[in-house]
């Protein structure tokens, strides 16, 4: 499958822990976004990195959230001491370019917290 | 700030008919507007990419319109079939902020057989 991959689909965790989710972009692209679909909710862009580097985290919630995307391996989105307020959808992007490609998303990582 | 709009949420048709799925947004200034299919617990899938410059694409049952000046674009589905029957999302990519999409809320289509 040449497509982008998320890991886990479902992530559950208590209230206080850490949630960490895993993204690889399809072969081939450097560019990595991350998306947040809250119940009943579009879906907000959060954070846009390539390989090593954070080009845009404006959408980002100022505590507890980063991202990475290392020179090896998938990009992670980690969020400490999870709250209800977490509970989501969680999509990652990825493309060929910043600007006039396409940008083609995995299945989400669906994280529930209790 | 840039917001996408989508009417309508939601739309129930008979198979076979043809429909219009509409989207705008506030800021014309642009790179590309893409159009996408989700399917319920799923991710998105990409059906369409309209780079500022070009008018319309298209791709077998879709067609989908792009007014940059207006801020408007459309999704055409020709003989719509049960299989269509999904949340479509238009995404905007602007000049101005980096490689990010802005999405509207949807369109939930229902093709009734």
């Known amino acids: 499958n040449a497509g982008v991959m998320q890991n886990p689909r479902h992530l559950v965790r208590r209230r206080g822990q850490e949630a960490r989710l895993r993204c690889s972009p399809m072969?081939?692209?450097?560019?990595v976004y991350w998306y947040r679909q809250l119940p009943e909710e579009g879906l907000k862009f959060m954070v846009y990195?390539?390989?090593?580097?954070?080009?845009?985290e404006s959408g980002m919630p100022k505590e507890r959230f980063s991202a990475e995307f290392p020179k090896e391996g998938p990009s992670i989105l980690r969020i400490q001491q999870v709250v209800r307020g977490d509970s989501a959808a969680y999509f990652c992007?990825?493309?060929?370019?910043?600007?006039?490609?396409?940008?083609?998303f995995g299945d989400g990582t669906r994280l529930s917290i209790l | 700030k840039q917001e996408v709009t989508q009417i309508p949420a939601a739309l129930s048709v008979p198979e076979g008919e043809n429909l219009v799925l509409n989207c705008s947004f506030t800021d014309s200034a642009i790179y590309n507007l893409q159009w996408f299919r989700q399917d319920p617990g799923k991710g998105l899938t990409s059906l369409l990419l309209i780079q500022s410059s070009q008018r319309e694409q298209t791709s077998g049952r879709l067609n989908a319109s792009l007014d940059k000046s207006s801020g408007r674009s459309t999704l055409y589905i020709a003989a719509s079939q049960p299989g269509d029957s999904a949340t479509y999302l238009c995404?905007?990519?602007?000049?101005?902020?980096?490689?990010?999409?802005?999405f509207g809320e949807g369109t939930q289509l229902t093709v009734n057989p």
């Open positions: 995404a905007v990519k602007e000049e101005t902020s980096g490689s990010r999409l802005t």
């Open positions: 992007a990825s493309s060929a370019a910043p600007t006039g490609a396409p940008q083609h």
């Open positions: 072969k081939g692209h450097s560019h």
């Open positions: 990195l390539q390989k090593e580097n954070i080009i845009d």
